[in-house]
């Protein structure tokens, strides 16, 4: 008796073959050791939130560019889709794949090398999988800055970093990852090496393709390095927390440390009491260094300056002295060594693992003309309050660049999960038509990844659509590089 073999069953073994055939050809290239199949993949699969997991078919870690570039022909030469992925803490799920076990995750965790630092000319050249800390350091040791700061810049990497065009702390003086960069080196879904890694300031010729990399979340092409800016090392840094009777206030103080600071203003950032009381019941060292219990917001400022002759300090004084006089503010510490500095700015980026603890929130990363922040924040916590009753307000954020992270907690002693099952939907269509009726973006730092791709599609115009997927369809025609991102 003969058994004849259905054709899903026929199916199955032909994709397994397949399969075998390009794992295999990815060990040819980068060695066994660096196609990852059978561990444990959980890391490269589940996003930093554990919002989501994908499956992978494999994980593939190569060493250079060179063998990216082999990757991914091998890659397309078999229809198989590629998700790049650094340091996985991108907030929109963009670096995990989807969860049909068919597409490879790219990790460039590997190519983390400083190719050079050029002090005269104030730049670094460094490959994609290199952790933002390890390039703040090595600029450091020259007495330079790089100035990219967030709060996860222990694990997250430059490929990341422009890939998402981070902002973070210091956008306010030095600006987003993309004014960081001055040139690319990336391999296209054809798998050509372009290299772009130009180190100059001014470059008029043609279409800007480095721009069009940055923030395009790995879907043109992946990064493999970059030639990025770096500055003089600031002698000084003076840092302040504020406690403020309202946020209209915060937006007159920033308004008189820009007017006296200028760009030595280098960080303002706004935080709700919620955040603040939150971070300080998770890690007691971190108390609230000023105010009381009912301040609605604070300030954490930084100014940094090249000259070391106390001015910033006095100036910093002046202006908080100032504003207590006048009842804009109701208290105000300043730092009075590095140590104390830090330890304040630990408060604010303790803000994410504290939340985490309380489990995962509805979260929202928007931004409005830094003039309308207040009456935004105002109008939109009356209609949430009515809407969500006993909801927490994390509200935090970058108010320098009128960018928050907008997010709403469960009351306290109620499920998280059933929280969000219940009012994530409700939530976001009223904080983003506040955003659209305030001029604003839904997505400010964090990019699209899969998890705002809805919200991009109905949003941005017609036209613009048109453009971003006649891009796509240029430089990726088979879809091949992180497909499901951005444009769906
Ligand atoms: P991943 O998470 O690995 O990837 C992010 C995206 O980039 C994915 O779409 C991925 O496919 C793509 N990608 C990664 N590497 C490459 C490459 N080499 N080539 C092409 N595409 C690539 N962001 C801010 O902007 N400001 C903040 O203040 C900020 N604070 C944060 C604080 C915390 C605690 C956390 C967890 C995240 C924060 N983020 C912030 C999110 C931010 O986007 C990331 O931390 C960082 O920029 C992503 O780097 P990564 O290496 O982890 O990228
Ligand atoms: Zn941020």
Redesign the pocket.
Known sequence: MSLSLGSGTRNLRKLLAMNQILLERLCGVVGADHVLTDMDLGAYEED?NRRARGKALAVVRPADTVQTAQVIRICADAGVGL?????????NL??IPDGSGTQVVLS?KRMNAIRAIDVANLTATVE?GCVLQTLQEAARAHNLLFPLS???EG???I???L??N????QVLRYGNARELCLGIECVTAAGEVWNGLTALRKDNTGYDLRNLMVGS??TLA??TAATLRLYPLPRTQTTAWVALPGIHEALRLLQRAQSILGPSLSGFEIIGREPVEQVGRHFAELARPCGDSSTPWFVLMDVWNNLDDGRAREEVESLLAGALESGEAHDAVIATSQAQSAKLWRIRESI?EAQARDGLNIKHDISVPVSALPDFVMELQSVLAAAVPGARFMTFGHMGDGNLHYNLQAPFGADADAFRARYERQVNGLVYEHVARFGGSFSA??GI?SHKVEQLASSKSPTALWMMRGVKQALDPRGIL?PG?VLG
Not at 83 to 91: A, D, R, S
Not at 166 to 169: E, I, K, V
């Open positions: 930093w998700v790049p992925q650094g340091g996985n803490t991108g907030l963009g670096a460039t994609a967030l709060a996860a694990s997250c990497t490929g990341g970093n890939a998402t981070a902002g973070g702390t979340e790995g992946i990064i994410p730092e964090h990844g992180n991102k």
